[in-house]
Structures are given as C-alpha cells and as structure tokens.
C-alpha cells in the first residue's frame, strides 16, 4: 500500500534576506524524501535552522517555494492552486505556541467549533455536542466551553489546539514542536494525550520536536535533519540504538543525559509529575 503522505526530493529556496550575495538563494530543504504511513508517527528532529518548520509548511501549503513533489494519498499536494478544502479537513496543524493559533476574543466552543462550521453541515445544537466530545477526548472540562483562551493553562490551550485539529477527523496532524513551549511535566502529559488519540482515532502525525527523549516516546520512524538535508531516517528504535550518522550520534551525545536508563528514570519521574498535574490542571 502506497504511503498517506509521500515527500520525494523537496527542495526549498529562499531568496536571500541579507546584504551578502543577493543572488545565491538560500536552500531551506535540500533534496528531501520521506513519506509516512497511515496511523503512523514520524519524529522529524534537528537544531533550529535545519528546515524542519520549512518542510512543515511545505506540506500545509503555507510554503509554496517548493520542487520536488509530496504526494498525500495520490494526490499531488505541489500542484494545489488555492488549498482544496477536502485537503484542510484531512490535514489539520498544531503549532508550538497555542497563544498565538487561538484568537483570543473566542470562547472555546467557538474556536473547536470552526472547523466543523467549515466542513461539515451539523446543526448548532449537533456542533455543541460534538464539541463537547472533542473537549472530553483532549482531557478539558465541556463546562468550560464559554471561556476564552486566557482562562486556560499553557497545557490547557494546547489541548484546546489539539480539540480543533481533531474536530474534523484528520488522517494526519502536523505537529511542529507542539510541547516545546509548555513546561517539561505538561509536555508528557500532552504526549501522552496525542499518542492516545492515535491509537483511539489511528491518525498520522508528523512530528517535529527537539526533545529527543520525548521524541523516542512517539516516533514509529525518525527523520533527522541538518542544514536543510536529510542525514538519517529509520525506526525510531534503531536510529536510537544504532545510530548511522555521526550527525545523529552528536544529536544523541548532546541530549541531556542519554543513557536509556538514565532515561527511564526521567520518564519515570515526569509520568508521577505528569499524574500530579493532570490533577491540578483538572482542578483548575
Ligand atoms: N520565509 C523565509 N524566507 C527566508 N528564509 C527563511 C524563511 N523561512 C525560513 N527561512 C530560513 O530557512 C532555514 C530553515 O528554517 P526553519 O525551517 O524554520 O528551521 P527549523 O524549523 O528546523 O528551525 C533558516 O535558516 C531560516 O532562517
Ligand atoms: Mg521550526
């Protein structure tokens, strides 16, 4: 079976910004090709600058610089004019900063709701219920659906984010470093979250992060870049065990104490933070 979504050799150039060699565009993504696979998840991790958001927004189609090609479930994604509305219900986004991607003056009902005000023809009464849903499925209060933004935590608005990118049953969620903001124990809990709506809904997701231990834990696959290249890319286990690239070994060496067991001690410990806070923040 083909792939959901297939990138091969995606090239993205930028014009330069600067004063220096006005001519020579910058090459964001250079020669990429990666693809996922329906209900999986690929860890795509490198230092900032790398092209990972680049390649994020190439598959959106937020960035249109791009060659090459990225086929979603046969279809030719390079070749959209204006983004079908079939393609934004299939492929929804979670981005690192959830105060920035929630309109501020909207309750909560109002921003889960949009998304199926877009793409479906529900009823009011049938949107409310379905957004009641969605709140119980993210770990958020039905409630609560009245208050804005402001009302949440870090973690609650991230989940607010996660309830809207669901809403209209995707079958690929880019997540571009979504736990990156928020603190370290909220971020296992909203790991944690995102991999169960995997296993209940089999969505894919495509995953950008930096946190490599934290990557370990939700990666079927992982895609390592560096300078807009792809140095490496295999299952997760593999690449951390035996990594192929001396690239990835630094990655790894640089990681806060990357001894696996070292790391599961961490784990552990961020998994009883984890449980204490998902008692406050259901307190709140
Ligand atoms: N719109 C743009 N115009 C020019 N350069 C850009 C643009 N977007 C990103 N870049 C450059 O492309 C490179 C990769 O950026 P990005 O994809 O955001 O990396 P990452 O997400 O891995 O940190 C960076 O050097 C960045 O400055
Ligand atoms: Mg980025």
């Known amino acids: ?28 993504v250079n020669d990429v090709s990666v693809s996922i696979e329906a209900g999986q998840t690929l860890g795509l991790v490198g230092e900032s600058g790398s092209g990972k958001t680049t390649l994020a927004r190439s598959v959106l189609r937020l960035t ?14 390079t070749e959209f004019g204006r983004v079908p509305l079939w393609y934004q219900r299939r492929v929804q ?37 379905r957004v009641s849903t969605l709140m119980e499925q993210v770990g958020l ?53 995102l991999n169960d709506v995997q296993r209940e809904t089999g969505v894919a997701y495509l995953f950008i992060g930096h946190d490599l231990g934290l990557m370990r834990h939700v990666s079927d696959r992982l895609a390592v870049m560096y300078h807009g290249k792809l140095v490496e890319e295999g299952p997760a286990e593999t690449i951390y065990t035996d990594p192929q690239q001396d690239y990835t070994r630094r990655l790894l060496d640089a990681a806060p104490g990357f001894d696996p067991a070292e790391q599961q001690r961490k784990r552990d410990a961020r998994t009883t933070r984890a449980a204490s806070q998902v008692l406050e923040e259901s307190t709140v």
Do not use: Y
């Open 141 to 193: 209060d039905p409630g609560l659906d009245h208050q804005r933004p402001a009302a949440f935590s870090g973690g609650q608005r991230q989940r607010i984010g996660i309830a809207r990118a669901l809403a209209t049953e995707p079958d690929l969620i880019v997540c571009d470093e979504p736990v990156s903001a928020l603190d370290v124990s909220t971020q296992s809990t909203i790991v944690n979250l």
């Open 1 to 28: 079976m083909a792939p959901l979504l297939e990138i091969n050799n995606l090239r993205v150039e930028f014009r330069s910004r600067g004063l220096f060699r006005p001519h020579k565009p910058f090459v964001a």
């Open 93 to 129: 986004a979670i981005f690192q900063d959830p105060t920035a991607s929630l309109n501020p003056s909207w309750s909560v009902q109002d921003i889960i709701a949009e998304p199926l005000r877009v793409h479906t023809d529900l009823s009011g009464a049938e949107r409310a219920a």
């Open 64 to 77: 249109r610089a791009a060659s090459g090609s990225i086929r979603f479930d046969g279809h030719e994604v």
